[in-house]
């Protein structure tokens, strides 16, 4: 993934050391983030597709897949959370500096 667009350098050249600070955190934050969601929904699926060669799961087996998706599901909310906030701080940045 690719991940979205960097702020222009225009920009840049315009914020403060605590605006480009707190940029590059919440773009580590954001990449990180997502590479945990997606480690958590691979993992999901790797079970769930075992799981669906078995004939009979364990009532231990169908939770263990349930309490997989869910990571997955959080993860993911994490995930877009920090993109909805970096989202708007470059919505921000652009406003002020442009």
Known sequence: MAGPKPLPKKILSKMNKREIT?????????????????KAQRAST???????????????????????????FRAMHFAHKKGDELREFKNIMKKKHM
């Open 22 to 38: 707190k940029y590059g955190r919440l773009r580590k934050d954001e990449a990180k983030l997502f590479e945990n969601m997606d």
């Open 46 to 72: 790797v079970y769930s597709r075992k799981l669906d060669k078995i004939k009979e799961p364990t009532t231990a087996q169908k939770k263990k897949d349930q309490r997989l998706i869910n990571a997955g």
